[in-house]
């Protein structure tokens, strides 16, 4: 953190022995710029989540396809179209798992609580009402999650000689398992929503209307990629499906129980919990505003929040790594030489804790980003001409080159 913040590159050691160098905070751009023939993220996430022993069939460039052209249109552009759905799944599964009593009082595990809600919330979100409910497939989807994260987690952290092969075959058995179990119930689903699909698109009909989930507007998608998909397409999308829910799922329960813990535990004196809770009432107030994707975009300090609880505890210590591909090495703008195979990256934990970058960064301050926001604002007001102005630059997941916590770059999200 010391050459970080005095802007420096810096070698960090690691348990791989793979050789590691951090750069500053002004190289974040750089960094997420540089073409994949000269920097790879792609060469890192094949290293470091242990791909090479990992039951997954899928190929890193296919992966990337789906998620660039398939996640990127369904999710994002359809978030509107599933936002009704997320909300009635989030009511149930929160009065199910925290009750609806409030005049007694019940010890709850927050991290077990959450992880049933965001599970129940995901699987609705991605796969519709059918699995969302289904008990069975949710334990065994829970158990690919486990096993798939310590599987990455582990196997990441090893040496590649002797020790990565032999935990990654002991690992990779209870994976495949539960793999294999989760995609028996979730293939099922992608084959009858492709033919409901396709029947839709010969008859003009409106049944898909009706349904929304994500697998629906993959398939949409994925149908003006079919050329670049090979062999069985039910089976792509299942494996793909289940992946994003990895990736998904972990990341939101871990960031989820971190804001409650913040909120909750935050100094009475700054009465955050009945900001939040006015700030709530103030635009939910009828059923429908539930339903508007215009409402999550009228929540300020709640936006401020979660941003401020991702800034502290950021779920990874370092980030936007990526392998220095050419022969020859590559030279860092300050004109340091790096050699070939040397990971490049940011200490995104220490660059948010940098009291250069943020005051009092130590401190939890919820309602940070809400007065940057006013301020940015404010200042913007006169300048007509600037494309960010009006824009909300704060929102929760807005990544920025000081705020690393969804990556940054073509890797954000
Ligand atoms: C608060 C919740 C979340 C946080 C903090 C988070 C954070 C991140 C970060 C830091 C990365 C980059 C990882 C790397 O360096 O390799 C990432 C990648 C990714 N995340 Fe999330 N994420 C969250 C929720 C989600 C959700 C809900 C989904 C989808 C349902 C998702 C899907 C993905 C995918 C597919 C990637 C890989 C992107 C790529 O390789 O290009 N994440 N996430």
Same mark, same amino acid.
């Given at each position: 953190m010391?050459?970080?913040?005095?802007?420096?590159?810096?070698?960090?050691?690691? =348990?791989?022995?793979?050789?590691?160098?951090?750069?500053?905070?002004?190289?974040?751009?750089? +960094?997420?710029?540089?073409?994949?023939?000269?920097?790879?993220?792609?060469?890192?996430?094949i290293e470091r989540n242990g791909v090479k022993y990992l039951p997954t069939s899928?190929?890193?460039?296919?992966?990337?396809?789906?998620?660039?052209?398939?996640?990127?249109?369904?999710?994002?552009? *359809?978030?509107?179209?599933?936002?009704?759905?997320?909300?009635?799944?989030?009511?149930?599964?929160?009065?199910?798992?925290?009750?609806?009593?409030?005049?007694? !009082?019940?010890?709850?595990?927050?991290?077990?609580?959450?992880?049933?809600?965001?599970? *129940?919330? *995901?699987?609705?979100?991605?796969?519709?009402?059918?699995?969302?409910?289904?008990? =069975?497939?949710?334990?065994?989807?829970?158990?690919?999650i486990i096993f798939m994260g310590a599987s990455t987690l582990l196997i990441g952290q090893l040496p590649p000689w002797v020790l990565r092969p032999v935990a990654g075959a002991l690992l990779s058995i209870p994976t495949l398992i539960f793999k294999k179990l989760s995609v028996s119930y979730v293939q099922p689903l992608v084959k009858e929503r492709m033919q409901s699909v396709n029947v839709d698109d010969n008859d003009q009909g409106s049944s898909s209307r009706k349904s929304h989930d994500f697998v629906t507007q993959s398939i949409k998608?994925?149908?003006?990629?079919?050329?670049?998909?090979?062999?069985?397409?039910?089976?792509? @999308?299942?494996?793909?499906? +289940?992946?994003?829910?990895?990736?998904?799922?972990?990341?939101?329960?871990?960031?989820?129980?971190?804001?409650?813990?913040?909120?909750?535990?935050?100094?009475?004196?700054?009465?955050?919990?009945?900001?939040?809770?006015l700030e709530a009432v103030s635009?939910?107030?009828?059923?429908?505003? !539930?339903?508007?994707?215009?409402?999550?975009?009228?929540?300020?300090?709640?936006?401020?929040?979660?941003?401020?609880? @991702?800034?502290?505890?950021?779920?990874?210590?370092?980030?936007? @790594?990526?392998?220095?591909?050419?022969?020859e090495g590559i030279l860092l703008p300050d004109g340091t030489h790096v050699p070939q195979g040397t990971w490049l990256g940011v200490p995104v934990q220490a660059m948010q804790q940098d009291e250069k970058l943020y005051p009092q960064a130590y401190e939890y301050d919820p309602l940070r980003f809400t007065r940057l926001q006013i301020t940015m604002n404010t200042e913007e007001a006169g300048s007509k001409d600037d494309p960010s102005a009006g824009k909300n630059l704060f929102d929760a997941a807005q990544p920025s080159d000081k705020y690393l916590s969804f990556s940054y770059g073509r890797s954000a999200w």
């Amino acid at each position: 953190m010391q050459y970080g913040s005095i802007d420096r590159p810096y070698v960090v050691p690691d =348990t791989t022995f793979q050789p590691q160098v951090m750069l500053p905070q002004k190289y974040v751009k750089w +960094l997420s710029t540089q073409p994949k023939s000269v920097l790879s993220s792609e060469a890192v996430r094949i290293e470091r989540n242990g791909v090479k022993y990992l039951p997954t069939s899928l190929d890193p460039e296919s992966s990337l396809l789906f998620i660039d052209k398939i996640v990127g249109q369904s999710l994002s552009q *359809g978030l509107d179209l599933i936002q009704p759905d997320m909300y009635d799944e989030i009511r149930h599964t929160v009065d199910s798992t925290l009750g609806t009593d409030v005049c007694s !009082w019940r010890v709850i595990d927050l991290s077990q609580a959450m992880s049933t809600i965001i599970d *129940g919330t *995901g699987n609705r979100v991605l796969f519709g009402l059918s699995l969302c409910r289904n008990v =069975t497939y949710l334990r065994v989807l829970r158990l690919f999650i486990i096993f798939m994260g310590a599987s990455t987690l582990l196997i990441g952290q090893l040496p590649p000689w002797v020790l990565r092969p032999v935990a990654g075959a002991l690992l990779s058995i209870p994976t495949l398992i539960f793999k294999k179990l989760s995609v028996s119930y979730v293939q099922p689903l992608v084959k009858e929503r492709m033919q409901s699909v396709n029947v839709d698109d010969n008859d003009q009909g409106s049944s898909s209307r009706k349904s929304h989930d994500f697998v629906t507007q993959s398939i949409k998608s994925a149908k003006k990629f079919r050329k670049s998909i090979e062999g069985d397409v039910s089976m792509y @999308l299942a494996e793909q499906f +289940l992946i994003l829910a990895f990736a998904g799922m972990a990341t939101t329960v871990a960031a989820a129980t971190n804001v409650c813990l913040d909120i909750l535990s935050a100094s009475p004196r700054i009465k955050l919990y009945e900001t939040l809770r006015l700030e709530a009432v103030s635009v939910f107030k009828s059923e429908a505003d !539930w339903m508007s994707p215009a409402s999550i975009k009228n929540l300020p300090n709640t936006d401020s929040t979660i941003r401020e609880s @991702l800034r502290k505890n950021t779920l990874q210590s370092r980030g936007l @790594l990526k392998k220095v591909m050419p022969k020859e090495g590559i030279l860092l703008p300050d004109g340091t030489h790096v050699p070939q195979g040397t990971w490049l990256g940011v200490p995104v934990q220490a660059m948010q804790q940098d009291e250069k970058l943020y005051p009092q960064a130590y401190e939890y301050d919820p309602l940070r980003f809400t007065r940057l926001q006013i301020t940015m604002n404010t200042e913007e007001a006169g300048s007509k001409d600037d494309p960010s102005a009006g824009k909300n630059l704060f929102d929760a997941a807005q990544p920025s080159d000081k705020y690393l916590s969804f990556s940054y770059g073509r890797s954000a999200w």
